[in-house]
């Protein structure tokens, strides 16, 4: 009984956090007498935020550097940006351009998620050299990878100088911070923001009354951002994030990524690749246990192309 009350609660607060104001009308009656006290929890939280931003940048709290190019991807609002694939996507990139890779994410441990990430990821990049570190500190799975394997920085200006391509041979050329906006204890080259275009701010406040971890001002510090979904809502709609996006920060490029179903796999042969007109004239079950699930839902049914019933419930 009492389990399933913190799950209504739940369900109940994250419909507020991602119903915009001007839909507030088709919260409960209960739902809008949580909002006050929410806020004032909201208010203390932001106040958190900043004062720890001021820390690092008084230098209270120290930043740590690596001796080569990080690149944080990350996100304001709760999951459900695509993170995960953009950063497979960075990863593949590197190993075309024959650069290992070490991806930092903290997903995999209590309380982070339970690894599915993590899983996701040396699944696909299983047979390349792509290397992922999981730890709460990012900066100390990262010294113990660069000193297991070594690291040469073919950014650097001594190896741009060498005529021939130098291969990593196994060591780490680049480093990939998985959902790094939020953490400040390492310094980046360069941040790049997943937006979810079908719910890019919620009700655009700060938790936990809001989805936002910081303010919007936050973009401020973003060198790219990317609209994920744009494939899933009016143009207009996206007229309006990036329009939200320059009143900001005038000069920030600004991406649009789609995920496209390509395939089923075998759980238990995962090298067994299966095509999406398997599952047509059948009875299918899907379970998502992705931070949006409506952009699920919406793909798996311009795959299999039949009505669905969805029954939904807390991550």
């Known amino acids: 009984m009492g ?20 839909s507030s009308s088709s919260l409960s009656l209960f739902q809008k007498s949580l909002i006050p006290i929410l806020s004032v929890a909201s208010s203390m939280y932001q ?3 900043l004062v720890r931003q001021q820390l690092y940048k008084i230098g209270v709290f120290n930043q740590a550097r690596l ?17 995960t694939p953009m950063v497979e996507f960075i990863a593949r990139h590197f190993v075309e351009d024959g650069i290992c890779s070490l991806i930092l994410t903290r997903v995999g441990l209590p309380g982070y998620g339970g690894g599915d990430e993590a899983n996701m990821l040396q699944r696909h990049l299983v047979g390349t050299h792509a290397k992922i570190g999981v730890g709460a500190n990012r900066v100390a799975t990262a010294s113990s990878f660069l000193s297991r394997y070594g690291y040469v920085n073919k ?8 005529k021939d391509n130098i291969g990593h041979g196994g ?7 998985d959902d790094g906006m939020q953490h400040l204890g390492l310094v980046r080259n360069l941040d790049i923001l997943m937006i979810n275009g079908m719910m890019p701010w919620g009700n655009g406040r700060l938790i936990p009354c809001g989805p936002l971890r910081e303010p919007l001002t936050a973009l401020r510090r973003v060198h790219i951002a990317v609209i994920h979904n744009a494939n899933m809502v009016p143009d207009i709609q996206l007229e309006m994030i990036v329009s939200q996006l320059r009143e900001i920060k005038q000069s920030l490029p600004i991406f649009f990524s789609r995920l496209d179903p390509s395939h089923f796999f ?19 079950l ?10 699920f839902v919406q793909s798996i049914k311009k795959v299999i192309q039949l009505e669905s019933t969805i029954l939904s419930g807390a991550e």
């Open 266 to 284: 075998n759980l238990q042969q995962p090298s067994l690749v299966l095509p999406l007109t398997t599952v047509q004239n059948v009875v299918v």
């Open 286 to 295: 899907c379970v998502s246990a992705v931070g949006f699930a409506d952009a």
């Open 67 to 83: 001796p080569l190019p990080v690149i944080s991807v990350g996100n304001l609002t709760w999951g459900g940006n695509g993170k």
């Open 171 to 177: 060591k780490i050329g680049a480093v990939i911070l």
């Open 3 to 22: 389990a399933q009350y913190v799950e209504n609660l739940k369900r109940m607060m994250t419909q507020i956090a991602l119903t915009p104001n001007e």
């Open 47 to 49: 106040v958190s935020v």
């Open 155 to 162: 950014f650097s200006a001594t190896c741009r100088r060498q």
